[in-house]
C-alpha cells in the first residue's frame, strides 16, 4: 500500500521558515517526479513546487513562492521536503505531497497544516 505522510506544518509568524517533509512508503520515488501543493481554505488545491526524478532534480516554482520555497528530495530516505523561507500569511494552506505534475488520487495523504500570522 503506497502512502505519502507529510510532517513539519506548525504556526509561525510572518517571516518565520518552517521545512516540511514528505516521507513515502509502499512505493520508490526515485525514478518519479514529486511536487508540493497546497489547499487554502475556499481555494483549489495548487501545485507550488516541483522536482524531476532520474538525477537530474530540475525544480519549478508557481510565482506565488519562487525566491521563498526550496524543494528538495533524498531518494536514500524515500523522502522529499520543503523549504520555506520569508513565510507570508497568504501562505497559510493544507500542504500536501503527491507526483507531479499529474498526482494521482490515490496517493493523496493527511497533509499537513501551515498556518503564518501576521
Known amino acids: 500500500q503506497v502512502q505519502l505522510v507529510e510532517s513539519g506544518g506548525d504556526l509561525v509568524q510572518a517571516g518565520g521558515s518552517l521545512r516540511l517533509s514528505c516521507a513515502a512508503s509502499?512505493?520508490?520515488?526515485?525514478?518519479?517526479?514529486m511536487g508540493w501543493y497546497r489547499q487554502a481554505p475556499g481555494k483549489q488545491r495548487e501545485l507550488v513546487a516541483a522536482i524531476t526524478s532520474g538525477g537530474t532534480n530540475n525544480e519549478n516554482y508557481s510565482d506565488s513562492v519562487k525566491g521563498r520555497f526550496t524543494i528538495s528530495r533524498d531518494n536514500a530516505k524515500n523522502t522529499v521536503y520543503l523549504q520555506m523561507d520569508n513565510l507570508k500569511p497568504e501562505d497559510t494552506a493544507v500542504y500536501y505531497c503527491?507526483?507531479?505534475?499529474?498526482?494521482?488520487?490515490?496517493?493523496w495523504g493527511q497533509g499537513t497544516q501551515v498556518t503564518v500570522s501576521s
Open positions: 503527491n507526483i507531479a505534475p499529474r498526482p494521482l488520487a490515490q496517493f
Open positions: 509502499g512505493i520508490d520515488i526515485s525514478m518519479l517526479g
